[in-house]
C-alpha cells in the first residue's frame, strides 16, 4: 500500500511538524524516516555522520525510504536529502502514479535561517549553516520540483494551516 502523503523538502522547512499535523487531521498514522535511520542505528543522525561517514547514513536512509514507501503508514516524512537517491527517486514517481501526493514544502532562506541557525543535529549544515542551505537548495530544488504533485511554502509556518492545505490540494 503506497502512503496518502509524502513530505520531502530542504532541512528546516517543517517535514516532520508539518507530518505530525497532517496526521492529526487526517487521522493517518506517520512515519518520519530520520527518526527511522536513528532509531535502526541506535544513535543520532550527528553521530552516523561523525562515525560512520555520509555513505553509511545514505545507505540507511535509503533502506528506511524504501521501507517507509512500502509500508502501512499514510503520511511519510523524508529527511532533506533522501531525493538524491535514483532508487527514491523512481520510488517516488512510482509513488505519484498511484495516486500518493507527494509534497514539496518549501520555504524561503529568511524563513529557515531563525529554524536551522547553528544547529549541530543537522551535519551538512555544522559550518556556516546559510551558505550551506542555499547551496544544497541550489542542487536539491529542481529534483524537489520534478518530484513533487505540488508545492506548499512553510514560510511562515502554521502546521494546522499547512496540513489543511495540502489535503485540500490532494483533493
Do not use: C
Amino acid at each position: 500500500m503506497a502512503p496518502r502523503y509524502v513530505l520531502m523538502g530542504p532541512p528546516g522547512t517543517g517535514k516532520t511538524t508539518v507530518g505530525k499535523a497532517l496526521a492529526q487531521l487526517t487521522g493517518l498514522s506517520r512515519i518520519d524516516t530520520d527518526t527511522e535511520v536513528e532509531r535502526v542505528a541506535g544513535k543520532r543522525i550527528a553521530d552516523i555522520f561523525v562515525e560512520d561517514g555520509e555513505a553509511a547514513f545514505r545507505a540507511r536512509e535509503r533502506e528506511a525510504v524504501s521501507a517507509a514507501l512500502s509500508g502501512e503508514h499514510g503520511i511519510v516524512s523524508l529527511g532533506g536529502g533522501a531525493i538524491l537517491d535514483p532508487d527514491t527517486q523512481a520510488d517516488l514517481r512510482a509513488a505519484r502514479a498511484a495516486g500518493t501526493a507527494v509534497v514539496f514544502l518549501d520555504v524561503s532562506l529568511q524563513a529557515v535561517a531563525s529554524r536551522i541557525g547553528l544547529n549541530a543535529s543537522r551535519p551538512l549544515l555544522a559550518v556556516n549553516p546559510r551558505k550551506q542551505w542555499s547551496e544544497l537548495m541550489e542542487q536539491r530544488r529542481p529534483v524537489y520540483e520534478e518530484l513533487a504533485s505540488f508545492t506548499v511554502s512553510t514560510d511562515h509556518l502554521d502546521a494546522q494551516r499547512i496540513a489543511q492545505e495540502i489535503v485540500e490540494a490532494a483533493s
